[in-house]
């Protein structure tokens, strides 16, 4: 018996002994209600890929910053990263120097 994934080619397979393994997770045998679960995660992130997409931001990029932004860490831009570098080696030159 085999499963397909509504969105992707992604599938899970039968393999026996009410066990199953799922494309996309080589080597890992599950039960039915944890293959299902990993289909359902595949075609999440494949609707949030095109999310991140649109917004101009990778996949990796769209979950992190949500992550980051959740767990009430502090978001840093680019530009206030590279400020906080420049100075912190500017103040590592001088106290060289001495």
């Not at 590279?82 to 106290?95: E, F, K, L, N, T």
């Amino acid at each position: 018996m085999q499963l397909d994934s509504k969105v992707t080619r992604r599938h899970v397979r039968s393999v026996g002994q009410d066990r199953w393994v799922v494309s996309f997770l080589p080597g890992r045998t599950l039960s039915l209600e944890q293959a299902r679960a990993a289909l359902r995660v595949a075609d999440d992130l494949d609707e949030l890929r095109e999310a991140a997409a649109v917004l101009g931001l990778t996949l990796l990029e769209l979950v992190g910053l949500a992550t980051m932004e959740s767990s009430g860490e502090r978001l840093w831009s680019l530009k206030e990263a590279a400020h906080d570098v420049a100075s912190a080696a500017a103040q590592h030159g001088r106290s060289g120097s001495r």
